[in-house]
Nanobody, 126 residues
Framework: QVQLVESGGGLVQPGGSLRLSCAASGVSLDYYAIGWFRQAPGKEREGVSCISSINSHTYYAHSVKGRFTISRDNAKKTVYLQMNSLKPEDTAVYYC???????????????????WGQGTQVTVSS
């Protein structure tokens, strides 16, 4: 059974930082690309980032590029999302997910996935 469990969300002020974690089971990070999407109330879900299973190349949505960094630890079966310089517009529930395609930035925007977790709330507010 595939299971993805997010953690690390919380309330931060604009300009602050958070580090999200995604613990994966039932999948191998050697074979599956893992990424993050987010969804705010009343909004469409938005792809944020993904990391390739083949070469660890990383890809980002335009809105977060330069501020967020995705990484993985295959031995720990965990994917991380370091979020810096947070803005109120980043407020959303963040989900980690398997990515069918993760080879270009546009794969993040398209965000084709089969599995995702329960999400973790990120709120950026003063």
């Amino acid at each position: 059974q595939v299971q993805l469990v997010e953690s690390g969300g919380g309330l931060v002020q604009p300009g602050g930082s958070l580090r999200l974690s995604c613990a994966a089971s039932g999948v191998s990070l050697d074979y599956y690309a893992i990424g993050w999407f987010r969804q705010a109330p009343g909004k469409e879900r938005e792809g944020v980032s993904c990391i390739s299973s083949i070469n660890s190349h990383t890809y980002y949505a335009h809105s977060v590029k330069g501020r967020f960094t995705i990484s993985r630890d295959n031995a720990k079966k965990t994917v991380y999302l370091q979020m810096n310089s947070l803005k109120p517009e980043d407020t959303a529930v963040y989900y980690c997910a398997t990515y069918t395609f993760c080879a270009y930035d546009y794969d993040v925007e398209n965000m084709k996935s089969d599995y995702w977790g329960q999400g973790t709330q990120v709120t950026v507010s003063s």
